[in-house]
């Protein structure tokens, strides 16, 4: 089964898709994929032939996307919390993973022909090892294609993901890379597995459930949040659209709140700025007051000081990510 469904829209499709793209379209969709297994004993099947139907209905939506014109989505392949379920179930979707990722790389002309990037996001020491190194070798084979993304979530909590950002920033503090002042918000979120990415516009949820399950929590704070009753393995092109005009509908509230919380950012960030020039002018005091400009002059090197700390330590973070063996953090579009 290919990693993209060669799909063509049949004419009422074709001008339901023209019609929406009328509008303001997301650029990046999430997918919590739910539902495989309840598809399966709805159609009194194996678990293990649940979760290949749900694959080959991501082969189909990643086409249905890109005809949507929508050119990066993240799925949620598979929880750090998956791995409390029966070992039978764990070693099937291990072997599932496995046939897959090997199949993306016998197919790798159809994936240039289309442009798909791969990016696998999670913590995969808790992988065997022969899976980490084929995924390695999977996402290798597709970084330098830039028309479309697919972010495979796998062996991931948005909770972890978190804690190893906080991790890794006390790591650039203990290097003396960066300061306890230079942690910020977007620091943080440019120590996200996701940092090569945009925030997704749109996230959707299937099979009724209505919670995120600990899926890109940090990421989808200002994003059209979208819970369809429907069985992954039955989404349709229909299902799609109607999460697609959700969005449009949200649109202008999302974006102001989006805006908003930029701009709270870079006033914080300015604040931040301001209190350790304050801090250093006052342990270098000569007792004389320093005058406007000059103050003003003291902030601009300041921020610019830091701005510089923290692309070395972005630069060494990436460095010390590509180095350690089978990509135990994530493998993405740099390795």
Known sequence: MSWIRERELSFIERLTANILKAGPMPKHVAFIMDGNRRFAQKAHVQRQEGHSQGFEKLAETLRLCLNLGIHEVTVYAFSIENFKRSKEEVDGLMELARQKFSRLLTEHENLERHGVCIRVLGDLTLLPIDLQQLIAKAVVATKAHNKCFLNVCFAYTSRHEIANAVKEMAWGVEQGLIKPSDVSEVLLGECLYSSNSPNPDLLIRTSGEVRLSDFLLWQTSYSCLVFQSVLWPEYSFWNLCEAV???????????????????????????????????????????????????????????????????????????KRDTAPFLPRRAAASV
């Not at 509908?249 to 709140?257: D, E, G, I, N, V």
């Not at 960030?269 to 005091?285: I, P, W």
């Open 245 to 319: 005009l959700q969005y449009q509908l949200s649109y202008r509230s999302l974006q102001k709140a989006g805006d908003l919380h930029r701009e709270g950012q870079a006033l914080q960030q300015m604040e931040a700025d301001r209190c350790c020039v304050a801090e250093l002018l006052q342990h270098r005091g000569n007792g004389k007051p320093m005058d406007a400009q000059s103050r003003q002059k003291e902030l601009l090197n300041y921020t610019a000081s830091r701005e510089e700390r923290v692309h070395c330590f972005l630069n060494a973070l990436q460095h």
